[in-house]
C-alpha cells in the first residue's frame, strides 16, 4: 500500500484525465468506486485524504459536443471546464457518498497558492475540511485561468495542495507506473523504483508526452510536482491508475523520498513556480547562499525584471537557479547596488540601507 495510514496521516491524490474519463468522454465509474472504496479504507483508519481531480474539460467538451476533447481553442476550454465541474464534482460526491464520505469542493488558480494571503486562506479551508473528515476535491480554475496565470498540469497543483495541507504523501496516478530511465516506449528501459535525490541526471530521464493525449502533464511535470513536494516534506509516489483499486494494491511504483521539512514560510517560497524578477550572483555568493548566509550586494551581478521591496525574486547563481526569496529592494535600486560594498550604499542611495538584497530568514535554497 502506497503511503500506509500509520505512517501518513494525511495524503494527496492526483488523479488523471485518461484514468477518470474513457475516450467518448464518458465517467469510468466502476474504477471510480474502486478509488473511493480505497478512499474510505483509509480515512476509516485514520488518514485524512485530498484529491486533485483532472477530467472537467473532458467532461464538459462530451456534453457541448466540442471537438478536440475541448482543447481547439482556450474558449472552448473554458466552456468545457465551466460545464464539466459541475458533472466533475456531482460524481465524485455521489461515489463517495455511497461510502459514507462528504465531498466538497475547491477551485484555485496558480495566484491563489503563489499569494502569500491567498495560500494561507487556502490552507485554513484544507486543513478544516480535513479534521472534520471530508474528502476535498480539489482542480484548477480552468473556466477563469489563461496560459499565463494557470498551472497548466494537476501534477505540480497536487504539490502545491500537499504543501498547503501539510501533508506527508502525496500520489500521482497516471497512465504510467513510474519514472523510467528513458522513454518506456524504448527497449531496455528501466523503471526507477526510489529517487532519493532529484538531480539532473534524474530530470534527463523525463519524457515530455502524455501517453493519452487527454491529459496536460507528462514525465516532465511530474519531476517538478517531486520537487515541490520532496522540498515542502513529503515523499511522493508515481503509480499507475490503469489498474483496479490503485491505491490498495501492491504494484509498481516510484518513490521520491522526501527532504528535511522547511519552515512553512520557506516552503511556500520554494514550491512557488513564478517569481517577478531574477538577481544574478557569482560563484562566491552563490556558495555563501549554500551555506545559510544573506544575499549582499557585493556577490549580485545583475537583475532582470521588475519588482518591488516585498516581491519574490529568484537568485541565479552561475550553474541556474540556487534559490527564491523576497527582495528587501527594488530592482531600480537593486541594480544600483550591484558589487558595492555595505557601506557604500547609504551614498548610493541616499538613505541608511537594508543589510541584504535578500534576508536569510526570507529565502529558501532550490
Known amino acids: 500500500m502506497l503511503f500506509p495510514p500509520e505512517n501518513c496521516p494525511r495524503i494527496v491524490?492526483?488523479?488523471?484525465?485518461?484514468?477518470?474519463?474513457?475516450?467518448a468522454g464518458g465517467v469510468r465509474r466502476a474504477w471510480l468506486e474502486g478509488i473511493a472504496a480505497d478512499i474510505a479504507e483509509r480515512v476509516a483508519a485514520g488518514q485524512q485524504v485530498a484529491v486533485v481531480s483532472s477530467g472537467a474539460i473532458a467532461l464538459g467538451a462530451r456534453r457541448l459536443n466540442l471537438p478536440k476533447g475541448g482543447r481547439a481553442s482556450l474558449e472552448d476550454a473554458q466552456a468545457a471546464a465551466a460545464t464539466g465541474q459541475i458533472a466533475l464534482g456531482h460524481t465524485w460526491a455521489e461515489v463517495l457518498a455511497a461510502r459514507g464520505l462528504t465531498a466538497a469542493q475547491i477551485l484555485?488558480?496558480?495566484?491563489?497558492?503563489?499569494?502569500?494571503?491567498?495560500?494561507?486562506?487556502?490552507?485554513?479551508?484544507?486543513?478544516?475540511?480535513?479534521?472534520?473528515?471530508?474528502?476535498?476535491?480539489i482542480n484548477e480554475n480552468d473556466s477563469v485561468a489563461t496560459a499565463e496565470i494557470r498551472f497548466g498540469d494537476n501534477d505540480r497543483l497536487a504539490a502545491r495542495v500537499a504543501q498547503?495541507?501539510?501533508?506527508?504523501?502525496?500520489?500521482?496516478?497516471?497512465?504510467i507506473d513510474g519514472l523510467y530511465d528513458r522513454n518506456p516506449a524504448l527497449p531496455g528501459a528501466l523503471h526507477i523504483a526510489r529517487v532519493e535525490r532529484i538531480d539532473a541526471g534524474v530530470a534527463a530521464m523525463a519524457d515530455t508526452g502524455s501517453a493519452s493525449g487527454m491529459g496536460s502533464g507528462g514525465m516532465v511535470s511530474k519531476i517538478q510536482a517531486a520537487r515541490i513536494a520532496t522540498g515542502a516534506g513529503a515523499a511522493l509516489a508515481i503509480a499507475s491508475g490503469r489498474i483496479d483499486r490503485p491505491l490498495s494494491a501492491e504494484a509498481r511504483h516510484t518513490i521520491f523520498t522526501p527532504e528535511k521539512r522547511k519552515r512553512a514560510r520557506k516552503a511556500w517560497l520554494a514550491g512557488r513556480l513564478t517569481a517577478k524578477g531574477a538577481i544574478e550572483v557569482d560563484a562566491g555568493a552563490a556558495q555563501a547562499l549554500a551555506a545559510g548566509r544573506s544575499l549582499l550586494a557585493a556577490g549580485a551581478t545583475g537583475v532582470t525584471g521588475r519588482f518591488a521591496r516585498g516581491d519574490v525574486v529568484t537568485i541565479e547563481g552561475p550553474d541556474g537557479a540556487i534559490a527564491r526569496g523576497l527582495a528587501e529592494y527594488d530592482?531600480?535600486?537593486?541594480?544600483?547596488?550591484?558589487?558595492?560594498?555595505?557601506?557604500?550604499?547609504?551614498?548610493?542611495?541616499?538613505?541608511?540601507p537594508r543589510a541584504a538584497l535578500v534576508h536569510r530568514?526570507?529565502?529558501a535554497l532550490l
Open 108 to 137: 484555485v488558480t496558480l495566484d491563489d497558492l503563489e499569494d502569500r494571503r491567498r495560500y494561507l486562506n487556502a490552507a485554513a479551508t484544507l486543513g478544516r475540511l480535513l479534521q472534520l473528515g471530508v474528502v476535498p476535491i
Open 13 to 23: 491524490v492526483k488523479i488523471g484525465s485518461a484514468l477518470l474519463v474513457d475516450a
Open 331 to 352: 530592482a531600480a535600486e537593486a541594480q544600483s547596488l550591484l558589487g558595492r560594498r555595505s557601506e557604500e550604499h547609504e551614498a548610493i542611495l541616499g538613505y541608511a
Open 164 to 175: 498547503a495541507a501539510g501533508a506527508q504523501g502525496v500520489v500521482l496516478l497516471s497512465d
Open 361 to 363: 530568514n526570507h529565502m
